[in-house]
């Protein structure tokens, strides 16, 4: 079994992103601008979002926070996105999920220029995206295409199962896997799915993407598959300053024995998520 370090890939990568940074603040007088829009204090998004602005510092991005109240109203977050979308300052931003409930986050979502919407979200992104056209591509998954492009594992005719059909990773992770660069045979199961288990066995990359911990276990993966956990539900720890830690959808230990190459949580998907986004970035700001 080999681990796939998402942290090391990510390291690496991003000593590339810092030189282009710096290259562009030379050409046009400042560096590439990454703006985030974090609503309320969910622990979750708290930190995901301050790992995004320490990102932007270590490749030499330029980066803002911009916070509401748990309690904002739409108008307060829309009024927001308008001057994101029009401030020349900025190369693109984004608004963390997920949104308290008085928030419809589709329409927010459509509220971001797709000219600025590095996160790849906004339908415009996905719909071109879908056809193969130049486009924001979602992060998640963009940083897994990375990811299984840089350990060298084939996907070309393979058998990639995805579990979980959500519109920022499993849907288009899906769509990526069966384009012409990965060719991949792609299957989503879902919570209606009647027989999980035998498709998951046929899988040679397995893709989960649920938040349920420890949902996929040893019996479900065939010998030699590769492993792929999106999962990140923070459970509570008693070995952890922060009384937290994340955890993924796989059974680590047991799946591990099993698996020709498998990522870990954390420092697996997540760092490349954040690299996405500063790839993203950079594109924006070119
Ligand atoms: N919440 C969980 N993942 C993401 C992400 O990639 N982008 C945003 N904006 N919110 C998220």
Redesign the pocket.
Known sequence: MKLIEGNKIAKEIKEEIKIKSLQIKEKRGRAPHLAAVLVGHDPG?ES?VSYKIKDCQEVRFESSLIRLNEDATEEELYEIIDKLNSDPLVDGF?????LPQQFNEQKVIEAIKPEKDV?G?HPMNVGKMTIGLDAFK???PMGITILLKKYGIETSGKNCVIIGRSN?VGRPLSILMSQKEMNSTVTVVHSRTKNIKEICLSADILITAMGKPNFVTADMVKQGAVVIDVGTTRVKSDKTKSGFKLSGDVDFENVAEKCSYITPVPGGVGPM?RLA?LLNTLEAAK
């Open positions: 998004s995901y984004i608004v963390q999920l997920p996160d979200f979602s992060a998640t920022i998520t986004l």
